[in-house]
């Protein structure tokens, strides 16, 4: 995703835990072509981490006097039975899950009003885990957390959807709800055998898990003026799992 977006100009600000960005991101940083007029910048922060979430938001926003867009995607997995799900850890999942979501996007929608920023767009995501119980896959709190993803993204659509008297304001807020997808988190809920992909690529109408590059699109799309009348929707690229 934001890949696509520095490929259509945009100044990209890649947001996560760890002191170094991985090598995903550092290659897309050399191959990015300067005739684009995007870039890549890395930030090491916590989501979990309110103040320092958002004083680099704040910061990222005063370089050039405006902040167009969001995709949160931030979020970490648990697999294990409700019955013994620690009270910690469910609390935890949540402080990245839900609330680190909730608070990039109050943020970033303050920054958009702060300059005045006309038609600022977000894209948060849940998962099709928000909508079903995935077949053999013991995730109870995951779930729910994108659950509450896809209900948080109506409320801030509602609210903060209408133009002001200034002109800023009509700030578009939609979830992406993917399917199953190889990504780092998914390879190590495969190898630990909480997973089957097997069950998983038979409960797909295509026969297989996505990639993570086939959702590069769909972000610029839900930040682009291309879904300028698309808000408060929750958007499920699944592989046909949820149409059953």
């Given amino acids: 995703m934001a890949e696509g977006l520095v490929e259509a100009g945009g100044m990209v600000h890649c947001i996560d835990i760890h002191s170094e960005p991985d090598a995903d991101f550092t290659q897309l940083k ?48 648990r697999c294990e039975s409700a019955l013994d799900y620690p009270a910690d850890k469910v609390a935890e ?29 977000m894209c948060l995501i849940a998962s099709m885990s928000g909508s079903i119980a995935n077949k053999g896959f013991i995730s109870p709190v995951y779930n729910s957390s994108k659950a509450a993803v896809v ?3 109506r409320n ?32 190590k809920n495969l190898e630990k055998g909480e997973a089957d992909r097997t069950t998983w690529e038979e409960n797909s109408m295509l026969g297989r898990i996505s990639k993570p ?11 682009s003026k291309g879904s300028s009348f698309m808000t408060g929707s929750n958007l499920i690229i699944d592989g046909g799992c949820t149409a059953w």
């Fill in 30 to 77: 050399e191959r990015i072509d300067p005739k684009s007029g995007g870039g890549l910048e890395y930030h090491e922060v916590d989501v979990a981490d309110t103040g320092k979430l958002e004083r680099v938001i704040e910061n990222i926003a005063a370089q050039r006097k405006r902040l167009d867009g969001l995709i949160a995607a931030a979020g970490i997995q």
């Fill in 156 to 187: 801030l659509a509602m609210e903060w959807g209408r133009k002001r008297e200034d002109g800023s304001g009509g700030i578009r807020v939609n979830s992406l709800s993917p399917g199953h997808i190889l990504t780092p988190m998914v390879r």
């Fill in 213 to 223: 590059e086939e959702y590069k699109a769909v972000g610029l799309f839900m930040l």
């Fill in 151 to 153: 209900q948080l993204t």
């Fill in 93 to 121: 999942m949540l402080a990245v899950n839900y609330t680190g979501v909730f608070v990039s996007a109050r943020a970033c929608a303050r920054e958009m009003y702060r300059y005045k920023i006309q038609g600022g767009a």
